[in-house]
C-alpha cells in the first residue's frame, strides 16, 4: 500500500527537523574593538558561545590568546567552542557498515532462538499487518515510519546484500565502514584553522592536563570529537581517571565511549556498569544499551531499559529506546504502545507519532493516521514525505479531493529523484485503484526514470503488462525486480505465476519455492507449489 517516500518505511516521515542556523551576518569582523563597547572580550565570547555562534567566539579567543597565550580561560573557551562545530551525540549514532556487519566476530550463537536476535527477522509477534499488508525491508522487517540511524544498514545476510545499497540511503555506495564517517568528520574540522592545527596533539604532556580538573574535560571532548584521535583521548581519560582516584563517573563514561568506538564492547560494558554503580544517569544506560544492541542482546537491553524507567519513570528517550526494539524485533503491537506512552510524557515527538501513523496506516485505519500525519503537518513538519503519506491516507480514506493536491506538493517539494520516484509510484496506485491502467502506466514508467533501482516499480509495471498479454516484457521486469530486491516475494510468485500460465513449470517451481522462502505464511504461494508437485508426481 506505500512506497517508503524516502523515509524508513512506506508509512511515514522520516527526517529529523534541524534547528536553523541562527540568523547573522556572513562575515563578523571583531567590530567590539571598533566600535569601543564597554564589554569585556571575554564575556563577550562568552556571550556568543551562549548564543551558539561558535566561530564567532572562536575569533575572540584567538585575538585574546594572541595577546596573551597563557590565557587558560580563553583557551578552554575556543576549545569548546570547535568542538561543538563538529559535535555529534554519540548516543543516536548508530550506522554499521560492511565491516561491521560481515566482519562481526563478536556474536555469541550463530544460530540464536527466536525472538532473541535482531539478525533474524523472526516471525510477526503481536498479531501486526502480514507481509501481504506491510511492505517489508532490505533485512526481512516491516518498515517504520521514521529512519533513525541504523536503519539505512538494515543488518544484510550476505555480503552481495550488503553491497546494494539500501533505497532508504542517500549516497551512490554502501557504508564501507562506521569509523569512516567518524575520519571525515575530523578532516573536516580542520577547515575551522587554515593555518594548521590549534591544539599539537603529539606534543601534549597529558599526565599534566590530566591532573587539572577544569582543563582536561574540555581536552577530551576537543581530541575526542574535534581531532578524533579516540587512542589519544583514551590515554588522557585513562590518566584522569586515576588522578580522581577512580570515583569520577564522568570519566569512565568516556573510557566505555573510546572503547566503544574502537570496537571493544566487552570492556565498554564494563565501564558503563561501574558509571552506572557510581552515578546512574539515563545517557549512561542509553550508552550501555548501544553496546548490547551492537553485541546482538537485544532482550538485557530492554531489560536494562526497564530498570532504568523504575530509576527515572516517564523517560522519554528510555521508552523510545524500548520501542525500538520491539519495532525491529518484528513485535509491531508492544513497540506502539511505548510510542503511545512516549507521547503520554512528550506529545510532540515526532518519531512516535510517525510510527503510530504508519501502523495505523497499515491496519487498515487510514482516516486515524491521517489525524497523526495533519498533527505532524501543524507542528510544522513540512516536507515530500509526509505529503506523500496525506495523499495516501486521503486516497484510502476516500478524500479524493486532497489526494492529488497533496502529492502534486510531495512532487514539489522533492529534493531527490528517489522522493520524485516514490511518489509516483504511489500514484500509479491511486491510477489502479481508480481503474485508469493507463495513467497507472505512465506514473510507473516516471518512477522508474526517476530511480532506475525501484523494485515496486518494476513489479507493478510487469503486473500491467501480464494483463496486456505482454508475456516476455513481464517476465524480464520481473527478472529485473527479484535480483534488486531478494526480500521481497511479490516478484517470485508473480514470476513463478506467470512461468506456469506459459507452462515452464521447473522455473515456475523454482521462483515458488524463492516466494515461500520470503513469505512462508503466504497461501497463494503455497496453493500454487502444491499444485506443482501434483504435475511432478503425475510425471
Not at 12 to 17: I, L, Y
Not at 400 to 408: H, Q
Request: glycine letters at 6%.
Amino acid at each position: 500500500a506505500g512506497s517508503d517516500g524516502g523515509s524508513d518505511g512506506g508509512g511515514a516521515t522520516g527526517r529529523s527537523v534541524v534547528r536553523p542556523p541562527s540568523r547573522c551576518p556572513k562575515y563578523c569582523s571583531l567590530s567590539w574593538i571598533k566600535m569601543g563597547l564597554d564589554m569585556d572580550p571575554m564575556f563577550l565570547a562568552w556571550s556568543y558561545f551562549r548564543r551558539r555562534k561558535f566561530q564567532f567566539c572562536a575569533d575572540i579567543c584567538t585575538q585574546l590568546l594572541d595577546e596573551n597565550a597563557y590565557d587558560q580561560a580563553a583557551w578552554s573557551l575556543k576549545t569548546r567552542a570547535l568542538t561543538e562545530m563538529v559535535y555529534v551525540d554519540e548516543v543516536d549514532v548508530e550506522q554499521e557498515g560492511i565491516a561491521e556487519v560481515m566482519l562481526d566476530d563478536s556474536a555469541i550463537a550463530q544460530i540464536a532462538r527466536p525472538g532473541t536476535s535482531l539478525k533474524l527477522p523472526g516471525v510477526n509477534q503481536g498479531g501486526g499487518p502480514s507481509m501481504a499488508v506491510r511492505p517489508m525491508s532490505q533485512s526481512g522487517r516491516p518498515i517504520t515510519g521514521f529512519v533513525r540511524p541504523g536503519t539505512q544498514s538494515g543488518r544484510p545476510g550476505t555480503m552481495e546484500q550488503a553491497i546494494k545499497t539500501p533505497r532508504t540511503a542517500y549516497t551512490a555506495q554502501p557504508v564501507t565502514s562506521a569509523s569512516g564517517r567518524f575520519v571525515r568528520l575530523g578532516t573536516a574540522s580542520m577547515l575551522t584553522n587554515p593555518d594548521g592545527p590549534f591544539i599539537n596533539i603529539s606534543r601534549l604532556n597529558l599526565a599534566k592536563y590530566a591532573g587539572k580538573a577544569n582543563l582536561a574535560k574540555t581536552l577530551f571532548e576537543y581530541i575526542f570529537h574535534h581531532e578524533n584521535d579516540v587512542k589519544t583521548a583514551l590515554d588522557l581519560a585513562a590518566l584522569a581517571t586515576e588522578q580522581s582516584q577512580f570515583k569520577d563517573w564522568w570519566w569512565k563514561v568516556q573510557i566505555g565511549k573510546c572503547y566503544y568506538r574502537l570496537g571493544l564492547y566487552r570492556e565498554a560494558e564494563k565501564q558503563f556498569k561501574s558509571a552506572i554503580k557510581q552515578q546512574e544517569m539515563v545517557d549512561t544506560i542509553l550508552y550501555l544499551a548501544k553496546v548490547y544492541i551492537r553485541l546482538d542482546q537485544p532482550l538485557t537491553a530492554l531489560s536494562l531499559f526497564k530498570q532504568g524507567l523504575d530509576r527515572f519513570p516517564g523517560e522519554v528517550t528510555l521508552l523510545t529506546g524500548i520501542a525500538r526494539i520491539y519495532d525491529e524485533m518484528n513485535n509491531i503491537v508492544s513497540a506502539t504502545e511505548y510510542y503511545k506512552e512516549v507521547l503520554k510524557q512528550d506529545n510532540t515527538n515526532v518519531e512516535s507519532i510517525a510510527c503510530i501513523g504508519s501502523n495505523h496506516f497499515y491496519s487498515d485505519q487510514p482516516e486515524i493516521a491521517l489525524r497523526f500525519y495533519r498533527r505532524l503537518l501543524q507542528m510544522g513538519v513540512y516536507n515530500c514525505q509526509l505529503f506523500n503519506n496525506l495523499g495516501l491516507c486521503c486516497f484510502y480514506a476516500q478524500q479524493y479531493d486532497m489526494t492529488l493536491s497533496s502529492f502534486e506538493r510531495a512532487l514539489s517539494l522533492a529534493v531527490n529523484d528517489e522522493e520524485v520516484a516514490d511518489v509516483w509510484y504511489n500514484l500509479g496506485h491511486v491510477a489502479v485503484g481508480t481503474g485508469d491502467i493507463n495513467l497507472a502506466h505512465q506514473c510507473f514508467k516516471l518512477a522508474l526514470a526517476n530511480n532506475n533501482n525501484h523494485a515496486e516499480a518494476y513489479n507493478n509495471l510487469a503486473v500491467l503488462e501480464m494483463r496486456k498479454g505482454h508475456h516476455e516484457q513481464a517476465r524480464g521486469l520481473l527478472q529485473t525486480a527479484a535480483a534488486l530486491a531478494l526480500h521481497m516475494y511479490e516478484p517470485h510468485y508473480n514470476f513463478a505465476a506467470l512461468s506456469d500460465k506459459v507452462g515452464d513449470l521447473q522455473s515456475s517451481y523454482v521462483a515458488a519455492q524463492k516466494s515461500a522462502t520470503a513469505f512462508p505464511e503466504h497461501v497463494d504461494t503455497q496453493q500454487l507449489i502444491k499444485q506443482l508437485q501434483q504435475h511432478f508426481a503425475m510425471l
